[in-house]
């Protein structure tokens, strides 16, 4: 069995820079998550259906143009969950529908908690450190171009390792 999950990489040096301010919050898996924004969520598949996910991940790549991404400022699930983001103001509507597209392809359930896309900076830390990362990282802000999304496998020791690239509009 293996553990997957599908993201738009974060690219550098926006997503290097904040995965040091993650570790500098001093959140844990900064060492192990590359910035990115959840499209699939951690899924386990057996390792013999891996051809299938690539290849329904390769189909739904077609789906969708590359699109301009723009993140901007701070967010937080607090008090539901502990955790400060990086909100996507530019480029959500683009993401929920590339996001809704591969829950089909792999025929995944649908998420317990409405889709939200954003970059996780720090989770379940205290609430100063929490705090900390939302005053610092409010005035982010950087735009790219999506123009393809990942697969990672979750490897123990490592974390969360890319394994390939999906280009949009393929």
Not at 115 to 140: C, G, I, K, M, Q
Request: with cysteine; aromatic share 8%; charged share 20%.
């Amino acid at each position: 069995m293996a553990t997957i999950g599908v993201a738009i990489p974060v690219p550098d040096p926006y997503g290097a820079m904040l995965r040091e301010k993650r570790a500098d919050f001093g959140d844990p898996m900064a060492q192990t998550v590359p910035s990115h924004v959840t499209l699939v969520p951690p899924t386990v598949v057996d390792d013999v259906d891996l051809d299938d996910v690539c290849g329904a991940l390769e189909r739904a790549s077609g789906s969708l143009s590359p699109f301009p991404m723009r993140l901007r400022g701070t967010g937080t699930f607090r008090p539901v969950s502990p955790v400060v983001f990086i909100a996507v103001s530019q480029g959500i509507s683009c993401t929920e529908m590339l996001a809704k597209c591969l829950r089909n392809a792999l025929a995944s359930p649908d998420p317990q908690f409405p889709f939200h896309p954003h970059v996780t900076v720090a989770h379940n830390l205290d609430d100063p450190s929490l705090d900390r990362a939302y005053d610092e990282l409010r005035d982010f802000e950087c735009q790219f171009t999506v123009s393809e999304f990942a697969l990672y496998h979750h490897q123990n020791g490592s974390g969360w390792v890319p394994q390939r690239s999906f280009a949009l509009g393929s």
